[in-house]
């Protein structure tokens, strides 16, 4: 019998004009299945075909996993000689009639191996991209923000435990490792959203560090940008520090990063456009005059990845709904100097949005 997560998925590709879809271990194929592959040397693709047919090409080592799965489907088994795996794509194809039909797959992430089995297979077959997953997945159902919710709670927990560890002439790596180790014990799958930003003094003016062998020092700002997972779900946070006591811009910047967040925050609701969300934080930014030191979106949406629908950016026009789950990110970056960056978890709910995390967002002094 066919899941409500698949019905959903034939409806969306009958209405886009898809006779299948293809897809690769991933976010799309876990929301579907419930099962987890990881991208390898050895293909996995699950195949969907109009009105109701899933097939899964998969290596037999895998085919333990199948009694988890959410969905029946057909599997077709292959063994280690890379001579056999061109059948497999061959009888899989030939199962769902897909000779001549129009798949659509994730532009971002069908690799070029699994396409080329799937072209040889289906010789007639118009590949194209697709975005009918992202819409699958746009609205989070309860069940999906509580584990959300789980993912924030592990993240906050394990920032109150590594809070204490950092010292000046710590180096920003070691941070980082702590952060890291004390997201394992709190709960965290081991796969995380990603590896966590540490970023201290000039480094923190800079969105998107990788923690290196700078030290903490007096007077520096530390920016921590960090995420846990449950569950496959995932939340991404973000808090900034000072390194004993700071110059008075710092403050300052800090002061109006946060009030731009809880504009943000408060914008979030159902019937908007996620570009409302962006100005509404965008604009307390520009009025305090620092315009030009706010250099991304707002936010992105998250939920199975780090970064899905929705993007918050000023021009997006997509009407918010109920379930829609983003970051609310602004922060000012002085170049050379330091960076302030405040992040919060937000889910759109019936009558406005909750905010998911609630660690503090002043300026706090470590060291």
């Given at each position: 019998m066919t899941t409500p997560r698949f019905a959903r998925l034939f409806a969306a590709m009958s209405a886009a004009g898809l006779e299948a879809v293809a897809l690769n271990p991933g976010p799309s194929l876990t929301y579907l299945t419930g099962l987890h592959f990881h991208i390898m040397e050895r293909p996995t693709v699950l195949l969907a075909a109009l009105p109701d047919q899933v097939a899964l090409v998969l290596p037999r080592l895998e085919s333990a996993k199948l009694a988890q799965a959410a969905e029946s489907m057909t599997a077709i088994f292959y063994g280690d000689n890379p001579a056999e795996w061109p059948a497999a794509f061959d009888a899989a194809c030939a199962a769902l009639k897909l000779n001549g039909k129009k798949i659509g797959v994730e532009a971002n992430r069908l690799r070029f191996m699994e396409l080329n089995y799937l072209q040889q297979a289906a010789q007639r077959a118009q590949f194209v991209a697709t975005v009918v997953f992202d819409g699958l997945r746009l609205q989070k159902e309860a069940g999906e923000v509580a584990l959300m919710r789980q993912a924030v709670k592990i993240a906050q927990d394990a920032l109150r435990a590594t809070l204490p560890l950092a010292k000046i002439g710590m180096q920003e790596r070691e941070l980082a490792a702590e952060l890291t180790i004390q997201m394992l014990r709190a709960g965290s799958d081991p796969e995380m959203p990603f590896a966590p930003i540490v970023s201290s003094g000039p480094n923190s003016a800079n969105p998107h560090a990788a923690p290196g062998e700078r030290c903490l020092t007096a007077g520096d700002l530390l920016v921590v940008d960090w995420g846990a997972s449950y569950r496959g779900y995932v939340s991404d946070l973000t808090r900034t520090f000072a390194i004993g006591e700071v110059e008075p811009e710092y403050h300052r910047i800090a002061r109006i990063v946060a009030e731009a967040n809880a504009a943000g925050r408060a914008?979030?609701?159902?019937?908007?456009?996620?570009?409302?969300?962006?100005?509404?934080?965008?604009?307390?930014?520009?009025?305090?005059?620092?315009?030009?030191?706010?250099?991304?979106?707002?936010?992105?949406?998250?939920?199975?990845?780090?970064?899905?629908?929705?993007?918050?950016?000023?021009?997006?026009?997509?009407?918010l709904a109920e379930g829609m789950a983003f970051t609310v990110e602004p922060g000012i970056y002085l170049p050379d100097r330091g960076g302030v960056r405040i992040e919060d978890n937000v889910v759109i709910t019936a009558d406005g949005a909750e905010t998911l995390s609630d660690l503090p967002r002043e300026l706090l002094a470590l060291g």
């Open positions: 914008a979030s609701r159902a019937g908007i456009a996620a570009g409302v969300v962006d100005r509404a934080a965008r604009d307390v930014i520009e009025r305090a005059g620092y315009a030009t030191y706010f250099t991304h979106r707002v936010g992105h949406g998250i939920g199975l990845e780090g970064h899905e629908p929705p993007y918050m950016f000023g021009e997006n026009t997509l009407v």
